[in-house]
């Protein structure tokens, strides 16, 4: 049941993305992505297949790029990650 949930959490993460880079539906884009891995383990041998999303997750390092390159104030972040912030106002 996880595996089920992880999965449909990637493909929509998947669509999301797409969305941000071209607009359209994400929902859309997640049952194209779901529909092109279903075909895919079809129609291609295990041995490519399995190569294909182990390396499509070296995209994952992205996030360690942007950590890297990007001036974080550290401080600040840890500080509102670790005290909440409570505000009663309308917005």
């Known amino acids: 049941m996880a595996n089920v949930i992880n999965l ?19 929902r859309l884009y997640a049952v194209g992505f779901g529909m092109a891995y279903v075909l895919a383990e079809i129609v291609l041998s295990y041995a490519f297949y399995a190569g294909f999303p182990k390396w499509l997750t070296v995209s994952l390092f992205a996030y360690v790029a ?23 106002g309308a917005g």
């Open 66 to 88: 942007v950590v890297l390159t990007v001036h974080v104030p550290w401080r600040a972040a840890w500080l509102a990650t670790l005290v909440p912030h409570l505000s009663f």
């Open 8 to 26: 449909g959490a990637d493909l929509g993460a998947m669509g999301s993305a797409l969305t941000l880079l071209l607009g359209g539906s994400s």
